[in-house]
Nanobody, 115 residues
Framework: QVQLVESGGGLVQPGGSLRLSCVAS????????MGWYRQAPGKQRELVAT???????NYADSVKGRFTISRDNAKNTVYLQMNSLKPEDTAVYSC?????????WGQGTQVTVSS
């Protein structure tokens, strides 16, 4: 059973930065795709960023140029560096991994952007 554990969320002022981490219980090289999704209150969950097993990345238009997804295979960890945060980035951020078409989810970490 795959476990994904997120950390790094919190309260930050507009314009600030946070780095989220997602540690997987297994070798992340085995995942075809890993990514971050977010869900704000009253809204549907949306894709934030993804990274493939070979390091190709994809971002939602709303975060391009501000967020960076990366992976450290040696630590079985995927990161989401979030800069220039805006109040509309407030949401629960969840880590996702895909292996052979099966999706795995973490519990999520709360990010709140407020002054």
């Amino acid at each position: 059973q795959v476990q994904l554990v997120e950390s790094g969320g919190g309260l930050v002022q507009p314009g600030g930065s946070l780095r989220l981490s997602c540690v997987a219980s297994g070798n992340i090289r085995s995942f075809d795709l890993m990514g971050w999704y977010r869900q704000a209150p009253g809204k549907q969950r949306e894709l934030v960023a993804t990274i493939t097993s070979v390091g190709s990345t994809n971002y939602a238009d709303s975060v391009k140029g501000r967020f960076t997804i990366s992976r450290d295979n040696a630590k079985n960890t995927v990161y989401l560096q979030m800069n220039s945060l805006k109040p509309e980035d407030t949401a629960v951020y969840s880590c996702n991994a895909v292996r052979f078409g099966v999706r795995f989810w973490g519990q999520g970490t709360q990010v709140t952007v407020s002054s």
